[in-house]
């Protein structure tokens, strides 16, 4: 219903910002809460932001609390991540994520999306 395309992504040093956009198309956005979720290498998928579908709403995974902001732009169809004070361990693919109104799960999990972007690499080095 919905198509995903993330771009942004890039190298960045330790302490630099990178703002990864979310393209969405084929769909109502504004019908769908959604989220930015990353994996490193030989890491699980782990929940990183979500925003609720009019935008009024935000939550962030506690290791990037404050650093990250997550907005959209329902009128362009658009998810943001602003991400600053980039840290090594930040390092990983980003994704974002849609959740449909009639699907199941967790907001906070990806079993919780049923939409996926093909991913976006932030690399930051020490």
């Known amino acids: 219903q919905v198509q995903l395309v993330e771009s942004g992504g890039g190298l960045v040093q330790a302490g630099g910002s990178l703002t990864l956009s979310c393209a969405a198309s084929?769909?109502?956005?504004?019908?769908?809460?959604m989220g930015w979720f990353r994996q490193a290498p030989g890491k699980e998928r782990e929940f990183v932001a979500a925003i609720r579908r009019i935008g009024g709403s935000t939550d962030y995974a506690d290791s990037v609390k404050v650093r990250f902001t997550i907005s959209r732009d329902n009128a362009k169809n658009t998810l943001y991540l602003q991400m600053n004070n980039l840290k090594p361990e930040d390092t990983a693919v980003y994704y974002c994520a849609a959740r449909g109104a009639l699907y199941g799960g967790s907001y906070y999990s990806a079993r919780g999306y049923n939409y996926w972007g093909q991913g976006t690499q932030v690399t930051v080095s020490s």
């Open positions: 084929g769909g109502t956005f504004s019908n769908y809460d």
